[in-house]
């Protein structure tokens, strides 16, 4: 078969012309395109390689300090640090009556989400020789 002759079935019983499957397919490409270039995008915005003296300085965004803190606990750059390894990188940690199960409670900001109800934190937890043994993000 050839040119328009070249016909594909639909599930219906129908037919459709080979221009017709040619533009579904470069919708399917474009639609394609546009999903993975939001996604590059989000990732890009949403994600910071940790900066010390942007997240101690008061003015920083709470967004760019919950992106460093995901940078932080996907690096594992806090594990086995000492207390004042941890209070030199981060300042000092907040007093707060949340967590009390940690040792140190850094708050991030709102929650990531479309209706942000709760607040992220970074959460971090020493043995007993006052090392880090956990470091983690929660949500209150």
Known sequence: MRGEDYRCFCAEGGHLSRAAVKKGIILLLAVGALLLSA???YQHT???HFDA???KN???RSSIRLAMADDLVATQRLNKLSRAGVLDLLGEPLKTPYFKE???VYWLGPERAFMSIDSEWLVIKLDSSGHVEEAKIVRD
Do not use: K
């Open 39 to 41: 996604f590059l995008l």
């Open 46 to 48: 949403h994600y910071r």
């Open 53 to 55: 003296a942007l997240w």
């Open 58 to 60: 008061n003015a920083t």
């Open 102 to 104: 940690f040792d140190m």
